[in-house]
T-cell receptor
Framework: GIQVEQSPPDLILQEGANSTLRCNFSDSVNNLQWFHQNPWGQLINLFYIPSGTKQNGRLSATTVATERYSLLYISSSQTTDSGVYFCAPRPRGFQKLVFGTGTRLLVSP | NAGVTQTPKFRILKIGQSMTLQCAQDMNHNYMYWYRQDPGMGLKLIYYSVGAGITDKGEVPNGYNVSRSTTEDFPLRLELAAPSQTSVYFC??????????????FGQGTRLTVV
């Protein structure tokens, strides 16, 4: 099955810093979602991004499906950005999302 | 519009007990999913359903059963609970027909401990 690798596994930032999270996947995908799991465990939809670039406030995401990767950009990070970020591509031919192991982000004041 | 609602939020079970985790969605979504998340890991698919009366296994179905008698509800049944089933369980739903894929929405999770 598809392998999903996220990097870095852990990231510590000072408030106000920018960061890029990467998601590589081993097979062709039709779609991809990014989620933020907050410290209370809730999964929050960030982006539904099968290809191209989308922006939402301080966050933006780019997926290049032909090269099998997606990037999540966080600018001017805030302490509320802390948590775990998951990418979840949908492999071609399947009706499910496959989750990576996530990037754990800690933003300190 | 409540989205995806899971009950209970927390539960402690003794080894060998059974329970049902409830999931309901009010968005008229045809696809529904159950995932589990072990500590420090991503989510793994247990079962999913493409519509009422149709279910299929995911990556880790052993020890679980599901049913889908209505569009709204997708309960997950644990028979003979084991410590290995200690996890956080997430239910998700999405719309879409055929090969179309749309954004999935997740419930708030059920934290289950088996002792």
């Amino acid at each position: 099955g598809i392998q999903v690798e996220q990097s870095p596994p852990d990231l510590i930032l000072q408030e106000g810093a920018n960061s890029t999270l990467r998601c590589n996947f081993s097979d062709s995908v039709n779609n991809l979602q990014w989620f933020h799991q907050n410290p209370w465990g809730q999964l929050i939809n960030l982006f539904y991004i099968p290809s191209g670039t989308k922006q939402n406030g301080r966050l933006s995401a780019t997926t290049v499906a032909t090269e099998r990767y997606s990037l999540l950009y966080i600018s001017s990070s805030q302490t509320t950005d802390s948590g775990v970020y998951f990418c979840a591509p949908r492999p071609r031919g399947f009706q499910k999302l496959v989750f990576g192991t996530g990037t754990r982000l800690l933003v300190s004041p | 519009n409540a989205g995806v609602t899971q009950t209970p939020k927390f539960r402690i079970l003794k080894i060998g007990q059974s329970m049902t985790l409830q999931c309901a969605q009010d968005m008229n979504h045809n696809y529904m999913y159950w995932y589990r998340q072990d500590p420090g890991m991503g989510l793994k698919l247990i079962y999913y359903s493409v519509g009422a009366g149709i279910t299929d296994k995911g990556e880790v179905p052993n020890g679980y059963n599901v049913s889908r008698s209505t569009t709204e509800d997708f309960p997950l049944r644990l028979e003979l609970a084991a410590p290995s089933q200690t996890s956080v369980y997430f239910c998700a739903s999405r719309t879409g027909t055929g090969g179309e894929y749309t954004e999935a929405f997740f419930g708030q999770g059920t934290r289950l401990t088996v002792v």
